[in-house]
């Protein structure tokens, strides 16, 4: 069977975790998936290189949702997922964020520099990240100004609707 070039990325990512001891990698099971954020910003930046220059950041859909319905463009301003950055990109202010950059140079010296593309506020979805702005708000027919959430994954909020609590198996 043929392998995904994702897959191999994330196979990449794993080994190399492994090697440097990196803690990350075991608050995601041990294994990166080709799934997630750094598997398909590598397979982007090798297969994209006259576009190289022009990246600026990288989201996820719930990030960019929130900014979206916002207003916000500068990738500064961003309100970033807790629940998305540290299941998808190995983010925990355990270690001061992401995994250093040393780490992702190895990986491929593309990456060089990719921390500081990262730049926002990472919040939990208990935090206001905007107001809705009055072109959503009137293309959707709801109010400007109510508030939007920083946003989650759709199982995470799924299971607390669902009524699953802290300790609940």
């Known amino acids: 069977m043929v392998r995904p070039p994702r897959q191999i990325r994330a196979e990449e990512i794993t080994r ?18 080709h799934e997630w954020g750094f598997s398909k910003l590598l397979h982007w930046l090798r297969h994209n290189p006259e576009k190289r220059d022009l990246l600026v950041t990288a989201l996820e ?9 916002t207003g916000v463009t500068d990738p500064r301003l961003l ?11 190995m983010w925990n202010p355990r270690w001061g964020g992401l995994p250093p950059q040393e780490f992702f140079s190895k990986v491929d010296p593309l990456f060089e520099g990719i921390r500081d593309k990262f730049t ?3 919040a939990t979805s208990d935090v206001i990240a905007g107001h809705l702005t009055s072109y959503w ?21 799924d ?10 198996w």
Do not use: N
């Open 159 to 168: 299971a607390i609707g669902a009524g699953c609590r802290l300790g609940t």
């Open 61 to 69: 859909h719930c990030d960019m949702m929130a900014a979206t319905l």
């Open 79 to 89: 309100k970033r997922s807790i629940c998305a950055m540290g299941h998808k990109w």
């Open 16 to 33: 190399l975790a492994h090697q440097e001891g990196l803690e990350a990698i075991q608050w995601c099971g041990g294994v990166y998936s």
């Open 120 to 122: 926002g506020e990472y």
């Open 137 to 157: 708000a009137e293309r959707l027919g709801l109010q400007p100004g109510i508030p939007i959430p920083v946003g989650a994954f759709d199982a995470h909020w």
